[in-house]
Each structure stands twice: as C-alpha cells, then as structure tokens.
C-alpha cells in the first residue's frame, strides 16, 4: 500500500487506534475468544524455543498467503516487529479453528484468500505470494481504500477490511504490540497520590469522607 498516510494520519498510528474499537463483530467471534487466543499465544510456552507452528485451518498455500498479507498491513518497523513476528497468522489460524467460529466466518476467510490469488492470476498470471512486490501492493493500493476502490473489486474490498482488522486485533494483543502503543496497565505505581484535589472539590467529597465510607464498606 503505496499511501503512508491518509488525511495526515500514519498508516500504523491509525491501526493503533483501530485496535481499540471493537474487532469481534467483523468475523462474528465473541470476546472471551479473542480474549483466549490473546491469552495463548502471549503464554510462555510459545515463545521463544517453541517448535514451529503448524496451522490447524489454514492450508499450507494458505498460510503463506496469510503471512505474507498481515506482514504488508504491519511491517517491521523503529518501534516493533512485524505481525508475524507477533504470531498473529498462529492467532488467526487459533481463531479460525476455533469451535465456536461460525461457518460463514470460515467460509469469508477463505473466499477472500481465494480472492486475492484469482485476482492475482488474471493480472499478473501467477498467485499472490508469487508476484512481485510491486504487483502485490497494485492490488492491495486497489482494495486497501473503500471509498476508492471500483466495484468490481468490492470482494476483495470487504475481505481486506475485515483482515486488516483482525491483524491489528492480534497485534495490539500482544507484549510487542503493548509496547508499540506504550501500554503501561497493569503496571504497580507506588506514587499514586488519590484524586487531585481540584476533582474532589468538584465533587464535592474529601480524602477523610472517601476513607469513612471505604471504612464503613468494609466492617459490613
């Protein structure tokens, strides 16, 4: 995708706050499994002497074609590495394995895997992991802006929407992607001094009333 940026905003800063917004309903997956497959592949043992991963769902042509496309959403970069690097074709393949992934989600990921390579074909007369860099991104620059993107090309369209979401999903699920975004939950700060005292008078409360009814909390 040849455009680093759009209306002023950096391609991966974009992605950074897309990954807040809710990706569950894109591929009609519910929270706790976006939850679990986070949860396994940030687990110790999967990183770093674990044997390589083999893909449950996906086909070997596939999983080339899968690992190559989350690489051109998010490459390598100053900050962090690149989706694969992340595991995040091992979270989608989790994900697409997954018992409680619908039907039509798994029957979407591989139309649009077949999409690409079709569409790949007829320009180009080879598959998508086998064209040249610079035919890759000709048809991903045509299918990465909805609002220019021509008809014709709409499945591609709503397929790599929906991709890119699940890549920056697993991305910024991960330790690599928590540091990208500069995360800091879940960390102990010794020097947290309660609510300014400028909130509390617009509240109307004070230190000593907030203690009592902690107290009184408490000793029920």
């Known amino acids: 995708m040849s455009e680093e940026k759009k209306d002023g905003i950096a391609r991966r800063d974009a992605l950074k706050a897309l990954a807040l917004l809710p990706f569950a309903a894109a591929w009609d997956f519910s929270a706790p499994q976006l939850a679990r497959a986070a949860e396994v592949f940030n687990s110790p043992e ?13 086909t070997p042509k596939e999983w080339k074609t899968v690992s190559m496309l989350v690489d051109y959403i998010i490459p390598a970069d100053e900050h962090s ?16 394995n ?33 064209s040249t ?3 890759r991104r000709q048809v991903l620059d045509d299918i990465a802006w909805p609002k220019k993107a021509k008809p014709e090309v709409g499945q591609g369209v709503n397929f790599f929407n929906r991709f890119r979401d699940l890549t920056a999903s697993g991305f ?7 540091k990208d975004v500069r995360f800091v939950g879940n960390v102990f700060n010794p020097n947290f001094n309660g609510c300014p005292p400028e909130a509390m008078k617009k509240l109307g409360v004070s230190h000593d009333l907030m203690k009592t009814r902690v107290k009184v909390q408490y000793d029920r």
């Open 46 to 58: 999967v990183a770093p002497n674990a044997p390589p991963y083999s893909p449950k769902f996906f």
């Open 98 to 130: 997954d018992s409680e992934t619908s039907r039509d989600s798994k029957t979407s990921m591989r139309g649009g895997l077949a999409w690409m390579d079709r569409e790949s074909f007829e320009r180009f007369g080879t598959h998508f992991v086998e």
């Open 172 to 178: 910024f699920s991960t330790q690599m992607g928590y």
């Open 81 to 96: 590495g690149s989706a694969t690097e992340a595991k995040v074709p091992e979270y989608m393949d989790w994900l697409m």
């Open 133 to 135: 860099d610079a035919q």
